[in-house]
């Protein structure tokens, strides 16, 4: 990948056509190992997280809703704790069975259970995402730190050396340094597009959770007037 993005910024020069990993990582110093170990951490974070967010959790809210509201309709809880049973390994599922478990209860005991097992449930969807950012930021800031270590050690190594060569020494110091610079913003937008995409992804969800717990509710707020007497 690194090959393809010198090629794509100095075209077919074959002086970068046959640019290696191993050069690019040992002209850029120790701190290309960091911040390869820091994208190997980011990687492995975000196939984690996207599996749990996009793969376990990928039920049809709406649907699954629906056919909950369809049964409370008629009034058979069974039935409706029978649906939510076929989701119980979902957030979802979870609340509306606290919910169910309250029926017929004051409104505001059922308002209070929805609300704590919704908040049981936001750790467990946003679990760990906000590293993906953590793990941008200390990308581009090893970078940084790589440059400027670079830096002082090309400006140190000009001052001993003739004056013929300090021109061509301080270039190649700071085309030295730059490489932790490029390296450090490779590892770090991947991370932050995949930060946005997972906690987009656990908005989303939450906002669900909120909606279809106030539906309940409001569900059952209505079944319970339906059946008090006059």
Same mark, same amino acid.
């Given at each position: 990948?690194?090959?393809?993005?010198?090629?794509?910024?100095?075209?077919?020069?074959?002086?970068?056509?046959?640019? $290696?990993?191993?050069?690019?990582?040992?002209?850029?110093?120790?701190?290309?190992?960091?911040?390869?170990?820091?994208?190997?951490?980011?990687?492995?974070?975000?196939?984690?997280?996207?599996?749990?967010?996009?793969?376990?959790?990928?039920?049809?809210?709406?649907?699954?809703?629906? %056919?909950?509201e369809v049964r409370l309709e008629s009034e058979n809880y069974q039935q409706a704790m029978e649906e939510v049973g076929k989701f119980s390994n979902h957030p979802l599922g979870r609340t509306l069975k606290t919910g169910l478990l309250k029926?017929?209860?004051?409104?505001?005991?059922?308002?209070?259970?929805?609300?704590?097992?919704?908040?049981?449930?936001?750790?467990?969807?946003?679990? %760990?995402?906000?590293? $993906?950012?953590?793990?941008?930021?200390?990308?581009?800031?090893?970078?940084?730190?790589?440059?400027?270590?670079?830096?002082?050690?090309?400006?140190?190594?000009?001052?001993?050396?003739?004056?013929?060569?300090?021109?061509?020494?301080?270039? /190649?110091?700071?085309?030295?340094?730059?490489?932790?610079?490029?390296?450090? $913003?490779?590892?770090?937008?991947?991370?932050?597009?995949?930060?946005?995409?997972?906690?987009?992804?656990?908005?989303?969800?939450?906002?669900?959770?909120?909606?279809?717990?106030?539906?309940?509710?409001?569900? $059952?707020?209505?079944?319970? %007037?339906?059946?008090?007497? /006059?």
């Open positions: 990948m690194i090959d393809y993005v010198f090629v794509l910024i100095h075209g077919m020069n074959p002086k970068f056509k046959g640019y $290696l990993m191993f050069t690019f990582f040992s002209n850029g110093g120790i701190f290309m190992y960091v911040i390869l170990l820091t994208s190997i951490a980011a990687f492995a974070l975000f196939c984690e997280r996207a599996y749990f967010l996009y793969l376990r959790l990928s039920l049809n809210i709406d649907k699954a809703f629906k %056919r909950v029926a017929g209860r004051r409104d505001k005991e059922i308002e209070q259970a929805l609300q704590e097992s919704i908040l049981r449930e936001i750790p467990m969807i946003k679990a %760990r995402v906000n590293y $993906l950012s953590m793990f941008a930021n200390i990308a581009t800031l090893l970078g940084l730190l790589g440059t400027i270590i670079g830096l002082i050690a090309a400006f140190s190594g000009i001052s001993e050396a003739a004056a013929a060569e300090k021109q061509e020494i301080l270039a /190649a110091g700071i085309s030295v340094a730059m490489f932790t610079t490029a390296f450090g $913003l490779i590892v770090s937008i991947p991370c932050l597009v995949g930060f946005y995409l997972l906690n987009n992804r656990g908005d989303y969800l939450i906002g669900k959770l909120d909606e279809k717990a106030l539906g309940l509710f409001n569900i $059952l707020s209505n079944i319970k %007037r339906q059946s008090a007497p /006059a």
